[in-house]
């Protein structure tokens, strides 16, 4: 599998997480909404029936989903050893710091100068992102 998370399109993903947190279909609108996963089959059962491939690293054997309010602050811990395999791999010569694609989409443009849907896809790219990642 690897050793980093890789979503095929982080928008769809951005989109499917805004649907489970709010209940609401963002990726076909008007669709039942998706139940929430509760295993890791569950999840790449349901991100393979909207069009999305999810490679996870190989230690990854279990899913937890939490959703917090918004009077409370979430402060995400990464594992020990990401951050710990991530600075031994930048002190490497030849480091690469990888970024998700989407950035390369997004980051030049000016946001009031992009249409609605782009910024809307902006936005689910980056919940999708932000709730996966492990700091690494």
């Known amino acids: 599998m690897g050793t980093r998370i890789e979503i095929s399109d982080n928008v ?10 709010t209940g609401k279909n963002y990726v076909k609108p008007g669709d039942p909404p998706f139940p929430v ?8 059962k349901t991100t393979k029936s909207i069009g999305i491939t999810i490679k996870l690293p190989d230690e990854i054997v279990g899913l937890s989903i939490i959703q917090y309010s918004p009077q409370t602050a979430v402060i995400k811990l990464p594992p020990k050893d990401v951050i710990e395999k ?3 791999a930048l002190r490497e010569p030849d480091a690469v710091y990888p970024m998700p694609a989407y950035y390369d989409d997004f980051y030049r443009k000016k946001l ?11 936005h689910a790219a980056r919940i999708g992102d932000i709730c996966v990642r492990n700091c690494g």
Do not use: C, F, Q, T
């Open 86 to 88: 991530a600075e031994a």
């Open 37 to 44: 996963p509760r295993s890791l089959d569950e999840l790449h």
């Open 12 to 21: 769809i993903w951005g989109r499917y997480i805004k649907s489970l947190a």
């Open 112 to 122: 009031p100068s992009m249409a609605v849907d782009k910024r809307l896809e902006l």
